[in-house]
């Protein structure tokens, strides 16, 4: 009040105001009914980690409760977060992002999502830490890391990444998009779990500052864009999950075991059948089954045991394998992948 009265203005940019920390049941914490939690035995039991995580994932706004049920639960969060960057570190071992990178007009389509949706994700974070918002950067980097990362986009990966040509274009292409992906999440995630973000970024290969913390702010890459391509992955995984429904009432069943021992059969019309006639060759890696069969009419999703041999190698099963007498129980597409 003094300042405004004197100067006209306050003296500060910014006035935020939070609420209290009560006990697992909503109570205000007081040494009189001993339900006090210190923050030092927090870090002893968690660690550092799990208590800024902690900060970041409740709306400071309201009152928040705090409890060891609590901390349970967002370490599982941070361990999902740590295995999927040690997978996505782990895929990068022979790639140089200065000879090996591919640009993103001659990635394959789902290569091109992965990244537009990490394009959303730096724009969302970034105007949630402008405003102050931290519980909203936690959200859309957990929803990123299990939705986007480990349900779907590595999950579809890892066939491409395990038994494709090493040095071919959709392997480069995946380990491209995990170059970038890295390089903008450990700057994303830096201000609020810091050591893993530290030590993930001394691991990622090519050129890089002495920190993290020295590195800039990611931005929204506009070079990153084909809207066309964007709604008909989203279709697809639409489809995807009515698929994966299906595969599970067949693991139920003891019908199959993994997806790959599965033949999916959709049925559609009009515009979800054109973008799946567009993809069809893509549909297999996409669905995680060894083949798809598409067809006319109302929408439907059905999935058998797939006919033919079990590839050795990527254990898709194909109708020709064993074609070649130098390797025995490969398929036509890893022979072209280890010849």
């Not at 609420?19 to 049941?25: E, L």
């Not at 992002?97 to 724009?123: C, G, H, I, Y």
């Not at 890892?158 to 170059?179: E, P």
């Not at 429904?245 to 559609?268: P, Q």
């Amino acid at each position: 009040m003094s300042s405004v009265a004197a100067y006209g203005e306050p003296p500060f940019k910014a006035l935020i105001t939070h609420g209290f920390v009560n006990d697992a049941q909503g109570y205000k914490m007081s040494k009189s009914k001993g339900n006090v939690i210190d923050p030092t035995d927090i870090i002893k039991q968690y660690g550092a980690e799990i208590l800024r995580l902690w900060v970041a994932y409740e709306d400071y706004g309201q009152d928040v409760n705090v409890g060891q049920e609590m901390f349970k639960r967002i370490s599982e969060t941070y361990r999902r977060i740590r295995n999927t960057l040690r997978f996505m570190l782990g895929n990068l071992n022979d790639f140089d992002p200065q000879k090996d990178a591919v640009s993103f007009k001659d990635m394959p389509a789902l290569d091109q999502w992965a990244l537009m949706r990490l394009n959303k994700l730096v724009e969302k974070s970034t105007q949630s830490y402008e405003d102050y918002n931290f519980y909203k950067v936690y959200h859309a980097l957990n929803n990123f890391f299990t939705v986007d990362l480990s349900a779907t986009y590595l999950d579809i990966l890892k066939d491409r990444l395990y038994t494709g040509k090493a040095d071919g274009l959709k392997r480069r292409s995946s380990q491209t998009v995990i170059y970038y992906m890295l390089n903008d999440l450990v700057k994303l995630m830096a201000p609020i779990v810091s050591f893993i973000a530290e030590e993930t970024y001394e691991y990622i290969p090519g050129t890089k500052k002495q920190s993290v913390f020295l590195e800039d702010f990611p931005e929204v890459n506009k070079e990153w864009n084909n809207s066309e391509v964007y709604e008909d992955i989203q279709h697809i995984l639409e489809v995807r999950s009515d698929v994966s429904k299906v595969l599970e009432d067949l693991r139920k069943e003891k019908v199959i075991g993994s997806s790959l021992e599965a033949a999916a059969v959709i049925t559609a019309n009009d515009k979800k059948h054109n973008v799946l006639k567009k993809y069809e060759a893509d549909l297999n890696e996409l669905f995680i089954v060894s083949s798809t069969t598409l067809k006319q009419g109302d929408f439907k999703v059905e999935a058998e045991k797939a006919s033919g041999e079990k590839c050795d190698r990527c254990w898709n099963y194909f109708p020709d394998v064993n074609t070649n007498p130098d390797w025995p129980g490969v398929c036509p597409k890893c022979l072209e992948a280890v010849t």
